[in-house]
């Protein structure tokens, strides 16, 4: 059973909706920005406009979670993201010193600024994303039912074992994959771009510009892999992680695996999601 189910069945009704209001709320916002930093990524590539593009890149996420079962989808975009391991190699190519980076992880500098407070709140608000409530639930729901052989483990206790140890080992890997890329990404940024005094980053361009000791004028199309390929992935995850919820407190019928002629109410809620923070994000270009 998913969280939103539980929910459902052990708490009041109020209690869901707002819990369903404020997740779908936070997810909308989080899926206009992977959005918006798509088509900005793209727009260092191609010359057009940011707006252009975050409109194709939101309609063909829209038409590959509808058209393409998402595990198949994420089968394939997967290898898009293995260009992350490009800010790993920066770090070889430029001067790093690592007695100063070793001191540095193990006591991290503090200042009690205003600055400062909110980048931590931002990076440790990241950690517990609002999706991971009812995607991950939802998701290992959806493998039990599509894995032959295998079934909820209250009604097959004997494979909880089994199934426990793929998903710690999932989870202690994926989790150690992503914090190292991380690692590396503030790394290389602090080796490249503040060593040379840039400090404050606020476009795409600036960003690809931490991987030119590596790719000389590949960096953008490096770039431009790395920050579509985890969006592609991220999107239809953030648009169904809100949808499951909602339509398992309605009781609708739920699966990125099913056709959307067989789950119209789950896809049309992942439609209205994705299109209101691609709005979102087009409203915020203009302005």
């Known amino acids: ?14 209690l869901l909706y707002s819990v369903l209001f404020i997740v779908s709320a936070a997810n909308v916002f989080n899926l206009g920005a992977d959005i918006g930093a798509m088509g900005a990524a793209m727009q260092l590539v191609l010359p057009k406009t940011a707006g252009l593009f975050t409109v194709i890149l939101g309609v063909g996420s829209l038409a590959g979670v509808m058209l393409v079962p998402y595990s198949t989808y994420a089968k394939y975009l997967k290898w898009l993201t293995l260009s992350l391991f490009a800010y790993v190699g920066v770090v070889f ?86 914090n190292i890329v991380a690692f590396f ?35 953008f199309g490096l770039f431009v892999c790395g920050i579509v390929g985890t969006r592609l992935l991220a999107v239809p995850v953030l648009a169904a992680s809100a949808c499951y919820g909602v339509g398992e407190a309605c009781r609708w019928k739920t699966s990125l695996e099913r056709k959307p002629g067989e789950a119209v109410r789950f896809y049309a809620a992942i439609t209205v999601a994705t299109l209101m923070g691609s709005r979102l994000t087009s409203c915020i270009s203009i302005r």
């Not at 190519?93 to 006591?107: D, G, N, P, Q, R």
């Open 185 to 219: 990404i503030i790394l290389t940024a602090a080796a490249t771009l503040h060593a040379h005094g840039v400090v404050e980053i606020t476009t795409c361009a600036q960003a690809a510009k931490a991987l030119e000791p590596l790719a000389g004028r590949f960096a």
């Open 93 to 178: 190519f430029a001067h790093v010193s690592w007695k100063e980076v070793l001191h540095a992880t193990v006591f991290p500098h503090f200042e009690p600024t205003k600055e400062y407070l909110t980048a931590l709140i931002a990076v440790l608000g990241t950690t517990i994303s609002p999706y991971l409530f009812f995607w991950q639930a939802s998701q290992e729901v959806e493998e039990v039912r599509n894995k032959h052989g295998e079934k909820p483990l209250k009604r097959a206790p004997s494979q909880a074992q089994e199934q426990l140890g793929r998903i710690h080992l999932d989870t202690y890997l994926g989790m150690a994959f992503s």
């Open 1 to 14: 059973m998913s969280d939103a189910a539980n929910l459902r069945k052990n708490y009041p009704r109020p």
